[in-house]
């Protein structure tokens, strides 16, 4: 596996690899590996030539008062598990690679980026928009694989790709979980023993909301209801929103029919958790 930190020297290599007729497969992420990565990178592994990750803690997607300083890192573990899986390339820029001291080129899809997490998090899904569009320019994957965990990111990065017309396939996958149902991410590190515990409600509710519409039940507020009532059975956890909502457009729905997702964004503690299910 090769380890490049230059971004021309990805560029360049991006080219011959192009050149010489091989489809390049990209996962970008931003580290402290886990299955749910891993998952991306055997699916790209299958479907392409060469595959490329990315790891790179982007501080434009983080908030002021956010995480970025205590975001979990494992640079030497990430890369055994990018060698075991397969990788070819891995990217891995520093910030000042990246960005300029102050950045003033960014990428806005605007609408689908101010509601549900982008309420929450203004900025943050400018900061991702910008950052995979930069990646996009750099790696020249033919195929970007994403997670379905961050429904809304997926949402936005397919916009960005068709309203630019950027020549990537972007490619979602599904959310890989613990036993329990906690979708694996990232920051599930900084819960302790009896947070984790309680993390399993977030699917929890998202199951309970599935089973209503599966019963037959289309007013949102009763699902919304339910799927609350279900989350606040655990002290300690504060709910940011519940919803049901149109899949493509993430706008509510005022009717649950046909295709949708139910949306969870709860904390415990200093730790926020989100999740999602879609209904199909
Ligand atoms: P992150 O490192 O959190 O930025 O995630 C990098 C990529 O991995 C994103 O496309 C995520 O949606 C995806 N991802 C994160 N957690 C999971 C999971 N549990 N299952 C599937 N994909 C995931």
Do not use: W
């Not at 890369?79 to 990246?98: H, N, Q, W, Y």
């Not at 507020?221 to 493509?248: F, H, S």
């Amino acid at each position: 596996m090769q380890i490049i930190t230059s971004i021309t020297d990805m560029q360049s290599h991006a080219d011959s690899l192009r050149k010489a007729g091989k489809r390049i497969g990209f996962v970008p992420t931003m580290g402290f590996l886990h299955e749910g990565h891993l998952s991306l990178m055997r699916r790209a592994r299958q479907e392409n030539d060469v595959v490329a990750a990315s790891i790179f803690v982007n501080p434009t997607q983080f908030g002021p008062k956010e995480d970025l300083d205590r975001y979990p890192r494992d640079a030497e573990g990430d890369r055994k598990k990018c060698e075991s899986t397969g990788v070819d390339i891995l990217f891995t820029p520093a910030a000042a690679e990246m960005y300029s001291e102050r950045p003033s080129v960014f990428v806005n899809v605007e609408g689908i980026s101010d509601i549900l997490e982008g309420a929450i998090r203004p900025g943050h899904f400018r900061g991702v928009a910008t950052v995979v569009a930069k990646l996009f320019n750099i790696v020249k994957p033919c195929k970007a694989y994403f997670g379905q965990k961050d429904f809304q990111q997926c949402a936005v990065i397919k916009r960005m790709v068709a309203g630019l017309n950027l020549d990537v396939e972007v490619i979602v996958l599904p959310t890989v979980r613990e036993a329990d149902g906690l979708a694996m991410s990232s920051r599930n590190s900084y819960l302790d023993t009896e947070q984790r515990r309680k993390s399993a409600c977030l699917y929890r509710a998202l199951t309970a909301g599935e089973e209503l519409i599966k019963n037959g039940v289309r007013e949102p507020e009763t699902i919304k209801q339910k799927m609350r009532a279900v989350l606040v059975q655990e002290k300690g956890i504060e709910v940011d929103y519940v919803e049901v909502a149109d899949p493509d457009r993430l706008t509510p729905l005022e009717t649950a029919e046909g295709r949708m997702v139910l949306l969870v964004a709860a904390r415990l503690g200093s730790t926020r958790l989100i999740d999602n299910l879609l209904i199909l």
